[in-house]
């Protein structure tokens, strides 16, 4: 039997999924990491950790699946996007990793944005230029590090940083890449006009690839350490958004998925580069070779749910999934709408569809008739609506999107979560008969890029099928509820703009 690999370089941990050639899981495993946080707003990691996990949860998912590692065909690769390692001439780690959720870069963002002009950088990278993206990190630390950004020769993105330890190369994927804001997303390629503009040598780049394409082998040494055989080949793979695009099967136009996450994102395929003109929402390089999507992302989803757990029902006795039970019990006590209370989840900062680090959470229409099961009930709609912006702007530009979301992500295990998405969406809402997300996508890659299978679209098609038993069907009634509701929350960023910068200044 033949087998593939796919890694999962994500922020919390690694993840390490072994699947066959039709696609069944053999084996999967995790291991957990730190996260930094030495400043308020900062967000870092030290790749060492990542190399460590990937070294013990490679070996341990091997040894549990039981196989011999000569009958593992290929690896993919996938991660946290965004992410900037910076390595000297000795391929020395110079400094923590800065991650995609940081937000120290406002002023470097505004500092490219006029160097390269607004218009332009748009043209070319079809995105603004966004805190968590990888050029403000390069330029934060020239501005602020000089003699680390002296010693400097490679940035790397996180998955990209394990590649090189696996196979001696530096290489990326178009994919990952688009989110640099270096990258001609039109051309699928880097942008000679941006780096010259900020000054910036494409050497400190690594090569990039199409998903599919290998990019080296396991060398002798990887393979002592982490159970692969040498010389297995190494595709490009994908960030982890294109990755679990290609692992929910979203690899033709109409298709729509909907992870609810740490951080929300709706992602559609597209056959064309088709980008928000208002920049509202990204468009990147898709995993499937030639094509591109469009992504909304909030960066409090499930991270909203989380903080509420934590703040205000964890007790250390029970469990978190028996805490995230009991709050969604609540929840169902109340009617659509909370009774008036709406949640603005926007707790550190938003991506899509306003690139907005100042922004905060609210709680509007907060009354005495309001217990703890509307304030759970709200925060779940208001992640809801937020992601409802997204496809609501990607409706408004003429993005095709059948009526019809396919559900990932820890929230999407809630069917209380799934039925209000299929209600305030307007659209049934469906799980995957088996979810894996990026690891799987990584892992299907690695098969196209081998020659296992013809193309990532027929390959998701044999292996990626809708559980028809989780479908959710919007409710009218509660639809033309939550539509009211959702003007009022739509308004409420438009109006409160002002006062989180006002907020920002003094505090």
């Known amino acids: 039997m033949e ?4 890694i999962d370089v994500g922020t919390s941990g690694v993840k390490v999924l072994i699947i066959d050639r039709d696609g069944n899981v053999v084996s999967s495993g995790t291991e957990e990491y730190p996260l930094s946080t030495p400043r308020a707003g900062w967000a870092e990691q030290n790749p060492a950790d990542w190399w460590a996990g990937t070294v013990r949860c490679l070996k341990k998912t091997i040894n549990k699946a039981g196989i011999n590692s000569v009958d593992i065909m290929g690896v993919g690769l996938t991660g946290q996007m965004h992410g900037s390692v910076f390595l000297d001439r000795e391929n020395r780690v110079v400094r923590p990793a800065i991650l995609w959720c940081d937000q120290r870069t406002t002023k470097e963002c505004a500092e490219i944005t006029r160097d390269v002009g607004k218009k332009r950088v748009f043209e070319i990278t079809c995105n603004p230029v966004l805190t968590g993206f990888q050029a403000p990190k390069i330029i934060w630390m020239r501005n602020n590090e000089p003699e680390l950004y002296k010693s400097t020769v490679k940035v790397l993105l996180p998955k990209d940083y394990i590649r090189f330890l696996l196979t001696g190369e530096f290489a990326t994927d178009v994919s990952d890449a688009s989110g640099t804001s270096m990258f001609d997303v039109r051309k699928r390629r880097w942008s000679d006009e941006i780096l010259a ?16 394409e290998i990019t080296g082998y396991i060398t002798k040494e990887a393979s002592k350490m982490t159970g692969l055989n040498e010389q297995t080949p190494v595709v490009a793979g994908a960030g982890d958004q294109a990755a679990g695009g290609v692992g929910n099967g979203i690899v033709e136009e109409g298709l729509v998925s909907v992870s609810l996450g740490t951080s929300g994102v709706v992602f ?31 960066l409090s989803a499930g991270g909203s749910f989380r903080w509420l757990r934590d703040t205000f029902f964890a007790d250390g006795k029970d469990s978190k999934k028996h805490t995230y039970d009991a709050m969604t019990s609540l929840a169902k006590k109340v009617t659509p709408g909370s009774e008036g209370l709406i949640f603005l989840p926007y707790l550190t900062g938003e991506r899509c569809p306003y690139p907005d680090p100042e922004a905060r959470g609210v709680f509007f229409g907060l009354s005495l008739k309001h217990k703890k099961e509307h304030i759970v009930r709200s925060v779940m709609e208001g992640v809801t609506f937020g992601l ?21 992500g820890g929230g999407g295990k809630s069917d209380l979560w ?90």
């Open 3 to 6: 087998y593939l690999v796919g």
């Open 197 to 212: 503009k900020l000054g910036l040598s494409k050497t400190l780049l690594p090569e990039s690839f199409e998903s599919t």
């Open 268 to 298: 559609a395929h597209s056959d064309k580069v088709s980008p928000d003109p208002k920049g509202r929402l990204h468009t990147f390089c898709h995993a499937v070779p030639g094509r591109w999507h469009l992504m909304g992302v909030m």
């Open 388 to 408: 409802k912006d997204s496809i609501r702007i990607m409706q408004e530009i003429g993005v095709p999107v059948c009526a019809r979301f396919r559900i990932s």
């Open 418 to 507: 799934c039925q209000m998405m299929a209600d305030i969406f307007g659209g049934n809402t469906v799980r995957l008969s088996s979810e894996e997300g990026p690891s799987y996508g990584a892992a299907i890659l690695a098969g196209v890029g081998t020659g296992l299978y013809k193309d990532v679209v027929s390959a998701c098609k044999k292996m990626i099928k809708e559980d028809d038993s989780s479908l959710f069907k919007p409710d009218k009634k509660n639809n033309t509820v939550y539509n009211k509701f959702y003007g009022l929350y739509n308004n409420l960023y438009k109006v409160l703009k002002e006062q989180f910068d006002n907020l920002a200044e003094i505090s």
